[in-house]
Nanobody, 121 residues
Framework: QVQLVESGGGLVQTGGSLRLSCVVSGRVIGINVMAWYRQAPGKQRELVAAINNVDSTHYVDFVKGRFTISRDNAKNTVSLQMNSLKTEDTAVYYC???????????????WGQGTQVTVSS
């Protein structure tokens, strides 16, 4: 069974940094886009950044220049380096991966359980 496990969240002051990681485990035969989303209290889940299997990246405007997404294909891991954090970055961060599980006929989107990031002023 495929699992996505995030780590690296926590409490940080404004201007600080955190690095999130998400490891994909299980019988996976292919991974395409890996992404990070976030959901703040009372708001919808939103895309933060994404990276495809040729390392092409996409960032939403509110994190450009502050966050960096990267992946390690050998370890089935995607990371999000977050610098210059702001209070409005406070949210639960989720990794999302397009992958094909062994034995499956189609690709699917899989979610991690989420990791809390809290930025205090």
């Amino acid at each position: 069974q495929v699992q996505l496990v995030e780590s690296g969240g926590g409490l940080v002051q404004t201007g600080g940094s955190l690095r999130l990681s998400c490891v994909v485990s299980g019988r996976v035969i292919g991974i395409n886009v890996m992404a990070w989303y976030r959901q703040a209290p009372g708001k919808q889940r939103e895309l933060v950044a994404a990276i495809n299997n040729v390392d092409s990246t996409h960032y939403v405007d509110f994190v450009k220049g502050r966050f960096t997404i990267s992946r390690d294909n050998a370890k089935n891991t995607v990371s999000l380096q977050m610098n210059s954090l702001k209070t409005e970055d406070t949210a639960v961060y989720y990794c999302n991966v397009d992958l094909q599980e062994s034995g499956a006929k189609t690709w699917g989107k899989y979610w991690g359980q989420g990791t809390q990031v809290t930025v205090s002023s």
